[in-house]
């Protein structure tokens, strides 16, 4: 189990305590993801996300669990301390998450009571602290990663998120975050902004990608835990919407062959996924190889693969205490 010396947590804090003005300020004309919405949070203006007011530090939390199901290298022995947030600054039609992304489902609890909840993680043996879809309420969450720093938080931290994150926000984050967990949905605007209304995703995507990767670069191992780096999820879509090809050519291009390359075939229709026929179908198992298999002949290392049973095991239901019982 990798443990942040004391040294290293003090100088998160105090990293924490040096941004804290600049992340008002983007929340004051609201900057922290690709939409720019541009609302002042701190005076309870709402954005893309619905996100609640900021000022008053709270967060809404879905559901926080050691979770045995996330990329071997998070999960390690003791599983990964994961906290999931509400709402999120994308509509994606397919979302298996869709009951707290959509729908809000969580409850509301202070800067002090999240930091509070890490630090219960980490005493159950989490190998980590896994902040999943955590850019619109980074604000309150840097207010409690401080005080649990400060208190005896000693994991490294995952940013757990859809891709779709400011540069702004991101260069803040620089020294905290330890490991990047960044999807990458698509490399085509047209299907960003059909399934997700974002049709600025992929530029946003890849830049947040670059920042992440020169901040961590790739991902290093302790005993085949990850302590740092880049690992970047890929949900292949049925019909090559997600323009998977693409995303490995960029890779390719922009000299990433060492990143972690999480190829992920779980798709299913889920949430308004139904209602578009060209998403209605889960994805063929040769659809499926033929991306790996091309991954690993453009040179990636480190590949991650899924077998088919993962769309269904990885279906997750955010009305029960624990949302993964079946993992």
């Not at 292949?236 to 960029?250: F, K, N």
Request: with cysteine; hydrophobic share 40%.
């Amino acid at each position: 189990m990798i443990r942040i010396p004391p040294e290293q947590a003090a100088e998160k804090a105090a990293r924490i305590a040096a941004v804290l003005p600049a992340m008002e300020s983007l929340l004051a004309s609201c900057r922290l993801c690709g939409h720019a919405c541009g609302v002042n949070r701190l005076e309870g203006e709402t954005g893309f996300c619905r996100t609640a007011p900021a000022a008053a530090g709270n967060t809404r939390v879905s559901s926080h669990t050691l979770h045995f199901g996330e990329e071997p290298m998070l999960v390690g022995r003791g599983g990964s301390g994961t906290v999931f947030f509400s709402h999120c600054n994308l509509r994606c039609v397919f979302c298996q998450n869709h009951q707290i992304s959509q729908s809000g489902i969580g409850a509301q609890i202070t800067a002090y009571e999240l930091a509070d909840l890490f630090l219960a993680l980490q005493e159950q043996g989490a190998e980590n602290i896994n902040l999943v879809t955590p850019t619109h309420f980074m604000y309150p969450i840097l207010l409690a990663l401080r005080h649990a720093f400060q208190n005896g938080l000693a994991r490294p931290i995952v940013y757990n998120t859809n891709g779709y994150d400011s540069l702004a926000l991101l260069r803040l984050l620089d020294g905290i975050v330890d490991i990047y967990l960044p999807d990458m949905k698509y490399m085509d605007e047209a299907p960003a902004r059909k399934y997700s209304q974002a049709p600025n995703y992929p530029a946003a995507a890849k830049a947040a990608i670059l920042e992440m990767y020169r901040q961590t670069g790739p991902v290093e191992l302790v005993d085949g835990v990850a302590r740092k780096g880049l690992i970047i999820r890929h949900l292949i879509l049925p019909g090559g919407y997600a323009g998977s090809y693409d995303l490995i050519l960029w890779l390719q291009d922009e000299g990433l062959l060492d990143v972690t390359l999480g190829l992920m075939s779980q798709y299913s229709p889920q949430h308004h996924a139904r209602d578009f026929p060209e998403l209605a179908a889960r994805i063929g198992s040769h659809e499926y190889a033929e991306v790996v298999h091309y991954a690993i002949d453009r040179g990636f290392k480190h590949v991650l693969i899924q077998g088919f049973e993962s769309a269904d095991l990885y279906l997750p239901d955010f009305e029960r205490e624990k949302p993964f019982d079946d993992i």
